[in-house]
C-alpha cells in the first residue's frame, strides 16, 4: 500500500503546482465550533486516493476505504466524507487558520479532479461589550464633559463603532473611549465586532448641565430664546404676585385702619396717640 502512494505522489504535487487558484474560497470558524471545508466535488467522488493538506504537509489521506490522520494537531478533532471529500474541523482553535488544499487523485474518469483551495480563519466569539460613562465637572464648573469607555470580553480581531441616536459616529472605530458634551438627552451606542460575532450596548447620557445661569458662548440661538423667554416670564410673573400682593397689603391695612379707628371712637375722643401712630 505505502509503495501505491509512493506512485501517486508525482501525480499529485504536479496538479498542486497547476491547478490551485481555479477553484478557493475563504471561510471564517468560531473557536470551539466546527467547520465543513468543502472539496468541491459534485456528487461521489471517484478517487483512489483523497488528501487534504495544510501549508503544503498533508494533514489528512483516505484509500482503499482507510482514513489517516497524518498531523497530531488535528488528532480527534478532524474526519474526511469518503463520499464528497468535505473535511470536518471539530473543536476549533484559533492556530487552525491557514490555507487547505483538497487533492483527489487516481479518478477512473478520464477528467481528472480538481484540486480545490480554502482559506480557513478562525475567530474568537466576542463574550461581552459593556459601555460605562463617567460624568467630568470642569473644577469652575463652567462646563462638563461625559466620557464613554467601551470594553470588549473575549473575541478576536474585533473592530468597534460608536452611534449617537442611531447615527455612526465617523472616525471612532479605534477608540475604546468617547468623551462627549450633549446638550440635551442623547443615546449612545458601542458596538464590537469581528467575521463571526457582533454585540452592542447602549448607555442614555443625560444633557451635561452647567451650574450657571448665565448663557455661555456656545449657547444657540434657539436656546437664547428660550432662556430669554424663561427670564421674560419669570418677570411677568413676579411683577403680577406684587401687584397681587400689594393690593391685599392695601386691603389689610385699611381693614385694620378701619378697626382701630372704630374702636378708639368708641374708647374715648382724647387719645391722639393711635390715629398718630396709624397715619405714619
Ligand atoms: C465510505 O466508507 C464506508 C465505511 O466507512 C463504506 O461503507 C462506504 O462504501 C465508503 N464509500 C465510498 C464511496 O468509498
Ligand atoms: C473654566 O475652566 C476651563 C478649563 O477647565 C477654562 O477653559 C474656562 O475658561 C474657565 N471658565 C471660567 C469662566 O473661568
Ligand atoms: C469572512 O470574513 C471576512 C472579513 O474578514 C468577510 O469579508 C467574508 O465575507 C467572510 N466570509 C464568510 C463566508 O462569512
Ligand atoms: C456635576 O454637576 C452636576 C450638576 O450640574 C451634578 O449633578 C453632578 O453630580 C456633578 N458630577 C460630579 C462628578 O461632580
Same mark, same amino acid.
Given at each position: 500500500?505505502?509503495h501505491n502512494?509512493?506512485?501517486?505522489?508525482p501525480f499529485?504535487?504536479?496538479?498542486?503546482?497547476?491547478?490551485? !487558484? %481555479?477553484a478557493?474560497? *475563504? &471561510?471564517?470558524?468560531t473557536?470551539g465550533e466546527?467547520?465543513?471545508?468543502? +472539496?468541491?466535488?459534485?456528487? #461521489?467522488?471517484?478517487?483512489?486516493?483523497?488528501?487534504?493538506?495544510e501549508?503544503?504537509?498533508?494533514?489528512?489521506?483516505s484509500?482503499?476505504k482507510?482514513v489517516q490522520?497524518l498531523?497530531?494537531?488535528?488528532e480527534?478533532?478532524?474526519?474526511m466524507?469518503?463520499?464528497t471529500?468535505d473535511?470536518t474541523?471539530?473543536?476549533?482553535?484559533?492556530?487552525?487558520s491557514?490555507?487547505?488544499?483538497?487533492?483527489g487523485?487516481?479518478?477512473?474518469s478520464?477528467?481528472?479532479?480538481?484540486?480545490?483551495?480554502?482559506?480557513?480563519?478562525?475567530?474568537?466569539?466576542?463574550?461581552?461589550?459593556q459601555?460605562d460613562?463617567q460624568?467630568?465637572?470642569?473644577?469652575?464648573?463652567?462646563?462638563?464633559?461625559?466620557?464613554l469607555?467601551?470594553s470588549?470580553? !473575549? %473575541?478576536s480581531?474585533v *473592530? &468597534?463603532?460608536?452611534?449617537?441616536d442611531?447615527?455612526?459616529?465617523?472616525g +471612532?472605530?479605534k477608540?475604546? #473611549?468617547?468623551?462627549?458634551?450633549p446638550?440635551?438627552?442623547?443615546?449612545?451606542s458601542?458596538?464590537?465586532?469581528n467575521?463571526?460575532s457582533s454585540?452592542?450596548?447602549r448607555?442614555?447620557?443625560?444633557?451635561?448641565?452647567?451650574?450657571d445661569?448665565?448663557?455661555?458662548p456656545?449657547?444657540?440661538?434657539c436656546?437664547?430664546k428660550?432662556?430669554l423667554?424663561?427670564?421674560g416670564?419669570?418677570?411677568?410673573?413676579?411683577?403680577?404676585?406684587a401687584?397681587?400682593?400689594r393690593?391685599?397689603l392695601?386691603?389689610n391695612?385699611n381693614q385694620?385702619r378701619?378697626?382701630?379707628?372704630?374702636?378708639?371712637?368708641w374708647?374715648?375722643?382724647d387719645?391722639?396717640?393711635?390715629?398718630?401712630?396709624?397715619?405714619?
Amino acid at each position: 500500500m505505502q509503495h501505491n502512494l509512493l506512485f501517486l505522489w508525482p501525480f499529485l504535487s504536479l496538479l498542486q503546482v497547476c491547478n490551485v !487558484g %481555479g477553484a478557493s474560497s *475563504v &471561510l471564517n470558524g468560531t473557536v470551539g465550533e466546527s467547520i465543513v471545508l468543502p +472539496a468541491g466535488v459534485h456528487g #461521489t467522488v471517484q478517487a483512489k486516493l483523497l488528501q487534504w493538506s495544510e501549508n503544503n504537509k498533508v494533514i489528512i489521506q483516505s484509500a482503499k476505504k482507510r482514513v489517516q490522520v497524518l498531523d497530531q494537531r488535528l488528532e480527534g478533532r478532524v474526519t474526511m466524507s469518503n463520499e464528497t471529500g468535505d473535511l470536518t474541523i471539530s473543536s476549533l482553535r484559533e492556530e487552525d487558520s491557514g490555507k487547505y488544499v483538497f487533492n483527489g487523485v487516481g479518478s477512473p474518469s478520464s477528467e481528472s479532479i480538481l484540486p480545490k483551495e480554502v482559506q480557513l480563519h478562525v475567530y474568537e466569539r466576542i463574550s461581552k461589550v459593556q459601555l460605562d460613562s463617567q460624568v467630568k465637572n470642569s473644577t469652575n464648573s463652567s462646563s462638563c464633559s461625559v466620557t464613554l469607555s467601551c470594553s470588549v470580553l !473575549g %473575541g478576536s480581531q474585533v *473592530v &468597534l463603532s460608536w452611534s449617537r441616536d442611531g447615527q455612526r459616529i465617523a472616525g +471612532a472605530e479605534k477608540t475604546i #473611549t468617547l468623551t462627549v458634551s450633549p446638550s440635551r438627552e442623547e443615546l449612545y451606542s458601542c458596538t464590537a465586532s469581528n467575521p463571526v460575532s457582533s454585540q452592542t450596548e447602549r448607555v442614555t447620557v443625560p444633557p451635561c448641565q452647567t451650574h450657571d445661569i448665565a448663557p455661555r458662548p456656545g449657547l444657540s440661538v434657539c436656546e437664547l430664546k428660550a432662556v430669554l423667554f424663561s427670564v421674560g416670564l419669570v418677570a411677568m410673573v413676579s411683577a403680577v404676585i406684587a401687584v397681587n400682593v400689594r393690593s391685599v397689603l392695601q386691603e389689610n391695612q385699611n381693614q385694620t385702619r378701619t378697626r382701630t379707628r372704630s374702636r378708639a371712637e368708641w374708647k374715648s375722643q382724647d387719645s391722639p396717640t393711635e390715629e398718630e401712630e396709624e397715619g405714619l
